[in-house]
């Protein structure tokens, strides 16, 4: 399962059978049964993740009521970047919605990984750069986009997901309940 992560980085960045040795000392596999958390609301986010299986829901609680803005899928890294960057406590949560098996790597590894492989500091930058444009798009449609157009955007953007997860978890992505969300469907069901 290593072989998933060496060639995600090595798509990115060149590495050599030293670097493939290092990578694979610093990610450790760990296991999240459905409905861990990979990181709670207010703890420090001390750890990137790589999923191999599962699917993970990032959300924010406002007042009581969780709101979902992403969703993390196999071959995706897991991160609050918020948090674990200036290693403050997170506002949000990260929660296994199946099953999932991710490597993980710790904060003082990760600084290991940008000092010893060739190119690592410029991976991660890559990847940050890849999750902060993904930020702002979704942050842009949440206030540009109707629910409909957030709805067809989330089918292209997770199409695997949407038998995948429970509907309320998409109803909460796309900023609606879940009664308006199953009229968004019938609406779209119908055009087809």
Do not use: W
């Not at 190119?119 to 409909?148: A, C, K």
């Amino acid at each position: 399962m290593i072989d998933l992560l060496l060639g995600t980085i090595a798509s990115t960045i060149a590495i050599d059978q030293s670097d493939k040795d290092l990578i694979s000392r610093l990610f450790r596999e760990k296991k999240y049964g459905k409905g861990e958390y990979f990181l709670a609301e207010g703890e420090v986010c001390r750890q990137v993740g790589f999923i191999i299986s599962g699917v993970v829901q990032y959300y924010i609680n406002h007042d009581g009521e969780e709101k979902t803005y992403g969703f993390g899928k196999e071959m995706d890294f897991v991160c609050n970047n918020e948090s674990f960057i200036p290693q403050k406590p997170s506002r949000q949560a990260i929660q296994a919605l199946e099953d999932c098996t991710l490597f993980v790597i710790s904060y003082n590894d990760l600084q290991l990984f940008y000092a010893e492989i060739r190119n690592g500091e410029r991976f991660g930058r890559l990847v940050i750069e890849q999750v902060f444009v993904q930020t702002l798009r979704g942050l842009n449609s949440f206030y540009t986009d109707s629910p409909e157009i957030r709805y067809e955007k989330f089918i292209k953007e997770y199409p695997e997901l949407v038998q995948r997860i429970p509907q309320y978890y998409i109803a909460s992505y796309v900023g609606v309940k879940p009664q308006s969300l199953s009229r968004i469907r019938k609406r779209n069901t119908q055009r087809d």
